[in-house]
T-cell receptor, first 112, second 112 residues
Framework: EDKVVQSPLSLVVHEGDTVTLNCSYE??????LLWYKQEKKAPTFLFML????IEKKSGRLSSILDKKELFSILNITATQTGDSAVYLC????????????FGKGTKLTVNP | DVKVTQSSRYLVKRTGEKVFLECVQD?????MFWYRQDPGLGLRLIYF???????EKGDIPEGYSVSREKKERFSLILESASTNQTSMYLC???????????FGSGTRLTVV
């Protein structure tokens, strides 16, 4: 059965801290791993990763994939209160169906 | 600006009622998906559709059905609402080969 496991499930930090969110997966015929940020409503797309070792970066956020060890990390440096959200990791289900299998998410709270 | 629109943000229905959740996208996407999101369980796929009049069961289809009569509209139907269907429902769409959903803002359904 396909599985995506995120850790930690929740995290509380202070502004300015650096955080690392983890995502491990077991999926046959892996094609891509995606990160989303969800505040009060719709998840918004952050990154899509398909190749090992290539870092994707957007401002203070970055992510990398390790296809050998089957995990990805999402780093946020110099956190701000606006980074408070649930961060979702998802991988594409097998068979090219383009369904995504989601982890349970990491709830990040950034306190001033 | 591309959009996935869910007709209601909040709904309260009675046990046994037939409930329709509507989702419309304006991006000419072939793929459309319905997920429910519950605390501690993450996003779980209910149904998805690759094309007009086509539908496939996801991981938790029991108690639900769907309709896709037009490409832009994907409806989720709760045949006889029950309290365990109280949840946040998220609709998403995607274009084949482009791995990344666009999500709607969600419908928070409460069944009393």
């Amino acid at each position: 059965e396909d599985k995506v496991v995120q850790s930690p499930l929740s995290l509380v930090v202070h502004e300015g801290d650096t955080v690392t969110l983890n995502c491990s997966y077991e999926v046959t015929n892996f094609r891509s791993l995606l990160w989303y940020k969800q505040e009060k409503k719709a998840p918004t797309f952050l990154f899509m990763l398909t190749s090992s070792g290539i870092e994707k970066k957007s401002g203070r956020l970055s992510s990398i994939l390790d296809k050998k060890e089957l995990f990805s990390i999402l780093n946020i440096t110099a956190t701000q209160t606006g980074d408070s959200a649930v961060y979702l990791c998802a991988v594409e289900a097998p068979g090219g169906s383009e369904k995504l299998v989601f982890g349970k998410g990491t709830k990040l709270t950034v306190n001033p | 600006d591309v959009k996935v629109t869910q007709s209601s943000r909040y709904l309260v229905k009675r046990t046994g009622e037939k409930v329709f959740l509507e989702c419309v996208q304006d991006m000419d996407h072939e793929n459309m998906f319905w997920y429910r999101q519950d605390p501690g369980l993450g996003l779980r796929l209910i149904y998805f559709s690759y094309d007009v009049k086509m539908k496939e069961k996801g991981d938790i289809p029991e108690g639900y059905s769907v309709s896709r009569e037009k490409k832009e509209r994907f409806s989720l139907i709760l045949e006889s609402a029950s309290t365990n269907q109280t949840s946040m429902y998220l609709c998403a769409s995607s274009f084949p080969g482009l791995y990344g959903y666009t999500f709607g803002s969600g419908t928070r359904l409460t069944v009393v």
